[in-house]
């Protein structure tokens, strides 16, 4: 083995590895992770925001630990795997002279850093990212129908990680495009389309939820420059840290001299260009150009083996910035360390000081996806979120975490309330969270709500879907519209008289559907764009019942 990974080269990933085992350990899970965590507990093929990757990866971690590292230990082999596989990747024999610096230079990509412990749908996208290069690499070498094969199984798993994993595969592919005139490109395609049929089918079961709601559904703001393509440049630089100059100039300055390096080059801008384009309309999340890492690192490292200038600074740079690294991960543990509050801190305060006040029963959180799954992972009790027209549909809106609180005594915790039986403070001693005893709680956000014009202005159809098993009379529910703006930005609430097509219909049978019609009432707002029907019960705020339907002019 030490033919090709020198000896330095192993004690420091060993070293690594166990770096990433004890700060997996050490630090508490961020609301995201909660929020896997939960997808874990019911495998599926699909979940609301993302494909299934992040999910098994858990389950498979907590099939051998408990706790935090339950849920990261496959990050810290995967991240460790990905050190190796670029290191492979890059045939330049002097490499092996300077294995600190590629190490000095993975370790200060914040975001590769950060997610060798953490487990985000991230972490797999970069692993099968220079899983994906290297198998492609040899195949430009030798094709072969064995490489081909690998490289569909890896791109399923890709796009079973993540979404913006297509960027990847486009990218590579519009670099070569001989490809498509390879039947073993071809097989390989259909090999990860195969591989991903069920998927495609969880996609179909439910009517393209995720789809629908990052592309139609999800609320956005008015372009601003500060915000959206400065702050995306800023993302640039901070995916990089302080080796940001360096790395981009190994790109500007990397000649292509084979497919693989323009494939390297054609990602790397592609995905540049793309979010780049996409600032215009939206803010860029940072970790949605972290593919960029995978390609830009191999490029950066075979420049500086070439460029002994830069290849110093390098070092000197990485040094500064794994000080930096390791004091920010033991701030991740020890707040004291930096006077910033982070999502690792105080949460088993909260939640234990909430579960004492609760009496041990369910807890039901108003619009938050992210305090349920982060109460229940550290309370042990089943726990549901409720959503409202202020909020955002996600996992607990399709699953059924709904019946795990129904007709039960629950605490409902929200921080729009002004009192209640309970209070508990946020980690930031500043939000006040003021919960109140429900019993024989019950609610029906699945109901579905569907809008259609007639002739007659500002009059609508309404059909309400029932979903469960049992019928709900209409007397018990109230019915709202909540306007948006052309952001999808609720800014008024107003309630609306709906009236039976059919005489003396009093309950909506199951899986049944009953027809309405309702007049659209005035509302303060200037030039609504959107308005949403909602469905009320128990004297509770309106859910999401209806998808955001355009109002005429």
Sequence with gaps: MTQRFPTLFLILTASLFILNLVQSSLTELIYDEAYYWYYAQNLDWGYFDH?????????????LFDGELGVRFMSCLLSVGTYLIIWLTIDNPKKREHVAVFFLLL????????????????????????LFLFLYKYYLEKPSYLLAIGIGLVMAALMYSKYHAVLIIF?????????????RAWLAVAIALICYIPHFQWLIQHDFVSIKYHIFERPNQA???????LGYFVNLVAIFGLLFFWVYQ????????????????????????FFFISSFNRRVQTQWVIIISVPMAIMTFNYILENTSARK?????GLISLIIMLYARIWLVHKPLLPILFETHGNKVWVNELKEKSQGVPVVFENSYRRAPMYEFYAGIPSYTLNNHMYRRNQYTIDASEERVRNKRILYVTKYAKSGDIQYLHPDKKTVFYGRFMNNFESFRKLRCIVDTTTTKNLYELKVYNPYDFEIPIADLSFSAAFSNAYKQVKDLKPIQVEALQNNQQVLAPKDA?????QLPKTKMEKPVYFRVGISENGLLPGLNGAPFKIAE
């Design 313 to 317: 600074w390098v070092f000197r740079m």
């Design 107 to 130: 370790f200060s990509i914040t975001l590769m850093n950060a997610y060798g412990f953490l487990t985000l749908p991230d972490t797999p996208l970069l692993f099968f990212t220079a």
């Design 171 to 183: 990218f590579v592919l519009l670099s070569n495009l001989k490809l498509f005139g390879d039947i």
């Design 514 to 518: 009953v027809q309405f019609q309702f």
């Design 223 to 229: 372009y601003s420059f500060t915000k959206f393509t």
């Design 51 to 63: 494909p299934p990757m992040v999910a098994f990866m858990i389950k498979l971690s907590g099939l």
């Design 250 to 273: 190994a790109l500007f300055k990397t000649r292509t001299t084979g497919l693989f390096t323009k494939a390297l080059k054609y990602l790397s801008y592609g995905v540049l260009i």
